[in-house]
């Protein structure tokens, strides 16, 4: 199993490097995850994002969707695309500690 | 009397209707369907309508010739659903009464979703093959077309049938072959998917076959707009993909009907226990097939495993008893690789497709995750088994939970 380490401590991450245990997951891991993924800083709105994602996940057992991080946050797509380039549903959640969001297959 | 409603007389909603009609007491129980249309489409036949294998008026069967006589048949739109008061409104005001209702009202497309999507170009260099009309115009298309550059586009997830872009690329990497022109054909595959597919192992495998048949993919690509002037694709992220043609998978909704209601997530599908099939948040309501917002398939191998478990959890729920079956996410489809070949995948919700044999280890006949002429005569087969066995709701020899019998790990 791939694993990421951060200052001492080594963390388990899933098949597609994502955090393995979603418990391992601090700020700090999550600045290192962004790094990892080419953000250099997190904003606040940033953030924003990376909680408004965990809250759901906490309450739902899954990452919301880019359609409704636009609708729910408050933050449209484009800026959602800039903050997280690529894939911001998939790439804001391995950065708030989640695993890749289902709703796909 | 007491009323079963069923929303919805597709996959789902006709399986329902005859494995409960069988089931429950007629003198007790009233069986009530409710469709917009009278007609059933055989929707997997869909995707062979563009390559001239099927034509349309092939897919086609009168709704009610398949759902049981004991069965009342309400041709109508839906207004919306209260959960409150336990009744459904329909279009015309007509009010009906439940006292338990099964959602089972699909999903389609909805190509307005996107800027630029629903034009005037749209049907003429911009199509979709979701649609009876879409794939009719995509197959008048193609007849005379010179060639260029065809891209196969999927707007965003989820979408009814994720295979089914990987087998439009491999079916036309087919059709221009056998037409002698496949030189003048580019094929690209533009996704908001990281690969081919979701899961690790079918996107390598079903990657290697895109490449091996010369079929380019741009992955993650979350379309923002449509540019039908310079024919070009524009991402959220300012990249643009050029096409000659278009061959659109928009955006997929549930009904309409569900917005309304006030039951539905951002995408009007319904939110629903992903075990038992009762629909979160409301009493005596289930939900079926492509209508829920499980991640699994929106695929009609999925809607009749789920039927299996759903029509358990009825009788249980209508003796009091809790629900006991428990749906694992189980989906098997036959992916069509061209040429008269095809794959088949066979997963659940957390076991991905693996390579191996189905039903029988060592033996088949089918392979999972490898290509085989016997593949592609189940698919074929399939439409029968689709009309006369499926939805009639007769047992079928793959059980509703998914087998690691014949997987490799």
Known sequence: MATMTIGTKTLALDADGNLANMNDWSEDVARELAVQEGITELTPQHWAVINFMRQVFAKEGDSPSIRRLTKESGIDTKTLYQLFPKGPAKKAAKIAGLPKPKGCI | ?409
């Open chain 2, 1 to 409: 009397m007491r009323n079963m409603l069923i929303l919805g007389g597709g996959t789902a909603g006709t399986i329902m209707a005859n494995k409960l009609s069988a089931a429950l007491d007629a003198q007790e129980w009233q069986i009530t369907v409710v469709d917009a249309t009278e007609r059933h489409y055989y929707q997997p036949g869909f995707l062979f309508v563009p390559f001239g294998i099927y034509r349309m008026r092939e897919l086609v069967k009168p709704r009610r010739q398949y759902l049981p006589s004991g069965v009342k048949v309400i041709i109508s739109g839906i207004d919306h659903i209260d959960p409150a008061k336990k009744s459904v409104t329909l279009a015309n005001h007509a009010v009906l009464k439940y006292d338990y209702l099964i959602i089972a009202t699909g999903a389609d497309i909805h190509p307005e979703q996107t800027e630029g999507l629903m034009d005037e170009e749209w049907g003429r260099s911009k199509f979709d093959f979701y649609t009876p009309n879409g794939a009719d115009r995509l197959a008048q298309f193609l007849k005379t077309w010179q060639g260029g550059k065809l891209v196969l586009n999927v707007a965003e997830m989820p979408i009814k049938c994720p295979v089914a872009p990987l087998e439009f690329l491999f079916l036309a990497d087919s059709y221009f072959t056998k037409r002698g022109m496949r030189d003048k054909v580019e094929l690209q595959l533009v996704t908001p998917l990281s690969g081919a597919f979701t899961k690790p192992t079918s996107s390598r495998v079903l990657g290697e076959f895109l490449e091996r048949k010369g079929i380019s993919v741009v992955p993650d690509f979350g379309l923002a707009r449509v540019d039908s002037q310079e024919k070009k694709l524009v991402s959220w992220d300012e990249n643009e993909v050029k096409y000659d043609v278009l061959v659109s998978i928009p955006t997929n909704m549930g009904d309409a009907c569900i917005e309304r209601s006030g039951i539905g997530n951002e995408l009007n599908f319904v939110p629903t226990d992903k075990s038992t099939l009762l629909a979160e948040g409301m009493q005596d309501v289930f939900v079926l097939g492509d209508a829920t917002n499980l991640p699994s398939s929106k695929a009609g191998s999925v809607a009749h495993f789920q039927s299996e478990v759903l029509f358990q959890n009825i009788l249980e729920h209508i003796d009091g008893r809790p629900p006991m079956a428990h749906f694992d996410g189980h989906a098997n489809c036959f992916i069509e690789s061209g040429f008269d070949k095809g794959l088949l995948i066979d997963f659940n919700y957390t076991t991905e497709p693996l390579p191996g044999e189905f039903p029988l280890p060592g033996i088949g006949p089918f392979t999972l995750l490898g290509e085989s002429r016997i593949n592609h005569y189940g698919k074929l087969m399939f439409r029968w088994v689709y009309w006369n066995l499926l939805l009639r709701g007769m047992e079928l020899p793959i059980e509703s939970e998914m087998s690691m019998a014949g997987k490799r790990v």
